[in-house]
């Protein structure tokens, strides 16, 4: 059975740091594309940031781009989403989504979705 469980959520102030973690099972990590993605009460998922199989390629939302770093280990199966300098408008349950090797940054595009973290930015 496929499935992504995020871990690392939690409150922080302003200006902290923190590391979200999302482990694979039952799927072939290494061939697919992975997507952070986020959900504010009241609002729309939006994406985040993504990372191509091999981790040749990334891309970042406008919005923490220079603050936020996707990674992977494929050995590990794991990616993960550095965060630093975090504001209160980052606050959100962040989500990890699996997609194919030439999925876009749509949330449609990704097929396997774990089950969120929460991330809580005081001011």
């Known amino acids: 059975q496929s499935q992504l469980v995020e871990s690392g959520g939690g409150l922080v102030q302003a200006g902290g740091s923190l590391r979200l973690s999302c482990a694979a099972s039952?799927?072939?990590?290494?061939?697919?594309?992975m997507g952070w993605f986020r959900q504010a009460p009241g609002k729309e998922r939006e994406f985040v940031a993504a990372i191509s199989w091999s981790g040749a390629s990334t891309n970042y939302a406008d919005s923490v781009r220079g603050r936020f770093t996707i990674s992977r280990d494929n050995a590990k199966k794991t990616v993960y989403l550095q965060m630093n300098s975090l504001k209160p408008e980052d606050t959100a349950v962040y989500y990890c989504?699996?997609?194919?090797?030439?999925?876009?940054?749509?949330?449609?595009?990704?097929?396997?979705w774990g089950q969120g973290t929460q991330v809580t930015v005081s001011s």
């Open positions: 989504a699996a997609g194919r090797a030439d999925s876009g940054l749509s949330s449609t595009a990704y097929h396997t």
């Open positions: 039952g799927l072939i990590f290494s061939l697919l594309k």
